[in-house]
């Protein structure tokens, strides 16, 4: 039987069955859309990739054509559509278009930063069919967060959106991105969420786009990561809330190269769950479309593929360049190029290309050193494991 995703899991959570002859994908599901319905805010985040401010920002779209293009979305595909923003709940017309999203069948989630909800707003939310909200705690405490917010009272006000949400019975998750900053933190962080009752913990590493550039020097290192991710995983196996690292690609190769992990139940169900997504999903499974419709692979890769008020979506994802070629991994560069795991991570493309000018290239912070792609194992396979390639977790 097939494993539908949860409503939401991020950017990375789907069930993998793209497949792929000799590193090429042959088909490309729309499985996840981020769509950044505003970029009006009312933080001044520090990592923000849309560097988002209060506005107004001219050309966002209308109502009518918001309403029209979830109808085009609706009309090809059927992903999760994660409202973004800036603050989602800035727009107005928030609600109709959830409402609209949900009625045509789509699994409808959103990001907002939780200091605008209030409990009747949270309901409202759950009625138009919101499965789940994510809020981000990016510290432990009051200190932290706030100073990654830019906002005093921040992290009082997320707390507080949270209450609203259980009290409304909205499901929610936590988000936390990750910087040398909050880096000590992050157990403190998992252990909140678990205690906050969320659905989830997704661990986000730093893409320096937007004001994140500015953080360039505070992003952990790919030996840091590395022990990050296998940490993480540990967690994993161990805690009562489903724990995922997005935006991590090579947290990917981890999995496989460890094996599924000894516990039974949530956790190994979990893990073998994770075991069948793929790292980097940017142009192969996932899009983003900007406030003015602009449509990009992600939304920390910066570069347009199309924009929705010229050209419908379907044809932008089936036909832009750039998608194409990030759905054809023998195109990938340097260690990513060459490594036996670059159809289930990929490396993160934004971080190639903030860091190195091309997309194409290596993911700056893995650490990994390939031992080479093998055309007979990727050919025909969507999914290597590490079983299949003989490989042992580095931590065992
Ligand atoms: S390019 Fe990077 S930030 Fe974008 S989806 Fe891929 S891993 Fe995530
Ligand atoms: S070298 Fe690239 S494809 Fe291989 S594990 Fe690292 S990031 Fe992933």
């Not at 009290?167 to 252990?191: D, K, S, W, Y």
């Not at 909140?192 to 953080?215: C, D, N, S, W, Y």
Request: glycine share 12%; charged share 25%; hydrophobic share 35%.
């Amino acid at each position: 039987m097939r494993h539908l995703p949860e409503p939401w899991e991020g950017i990375l959570c789907i069930s993998g069955r793209s497949s792929l002859s000799g590193g090429r994908m042959k088909r490309a599901e729309l499985r996840m859309l981020a769509w950044e319905v505003t970029r009006r805010c009312n933080l001044s985040c520090l990592h923000c990739r849309a560097s988002a401010q209060d506005g107004p920002y001219p050309g966002e779209l209308s109502t009518e054509e918001a309403l029209a293009f979830i109808e085009e979305v609706a009309s090809f595909a059927a992903p999760v559509v994660i409202l973004t923003g800036g603050e989602p709940l800035l727009r107005p017309d928030i609600l109709q278009i959830a409402e609209r999203g949900s009625a045509l069948g789509l699994r409808m989630v959103m990001a907002p930063n939780g200091t605008l909800l209030t409990t009747e707003l949270a309901r409202e939310l759950r009625e138009a069919g919101i499965q789940r909200i994510s809020i981000s705690l990016d510290g432990a405490r009051r200190g932290t967060h706030d100073a990654f917010r830019g906002v005093p009272g921040a992290f009082e006000g997320a707390l507080g959106g949270i209450r609203c949400a259980k009290e409304a019975g909205l499901p929610f998750q936590i988000n936390t991105t990750v910087t040398r900053r909050n880096l000590q933190e992050l157990p403190r962080i998992v252990e909140l969420a678990q205690r906050l009752g969320a659905e989830a913990h997704h661990m986000f590493m730093l893409v320096p786009t937007g004001r994140g550039k500015e953080m360039r020097a505070e992003a952990i290192s790919a030996e840091e990561y590395e022990r990050t991710l296998h940490w993480y995983r540990e967690q994993q196996l161990r805690s009562p809330i489903h724990l995922k690292a997005t935006c991590a690609p090579h947290y990917q190769r981890i999995l496989r190269q460890c094996g599924p992990g000894e516990r039974k139940g949530f956790g190994q169900h979990r893990q073998v769950f994770e075991r069948t997504t793929r790292g980097c999903l940017a142009g192969t499974a996932f899009c983003f479309v900007s406030h003015v419709g602009d449509v990009q692979p992600c939304g920390y890769l910066e570069l347009t593929c199309g924009n929705i008020r010229r050209e419908p979506l379907p044809s932008i994802w089936e036909g832009a360049g750039l998608f194409k070629e990030l759905r054809d991994f023998r195109r990938y560069k340097g260690r990513c190029g060459r490594c036996e795991f670059r159809a289930v991570c990929g490396g993160c493309r934004a971080r190639a290309y903030e860091m190195t000018g091309d997309y194409l290239e290596e993911e700056p912070l893995c650490s990994y050193e390939p031992k080479g792609v093998s055309s007979d194992r990727s050919r025909g396979h969507g999914l290597l494991s590490g079983e299949d390639l003989g490989v042992r977790c580095p931590g065992k």
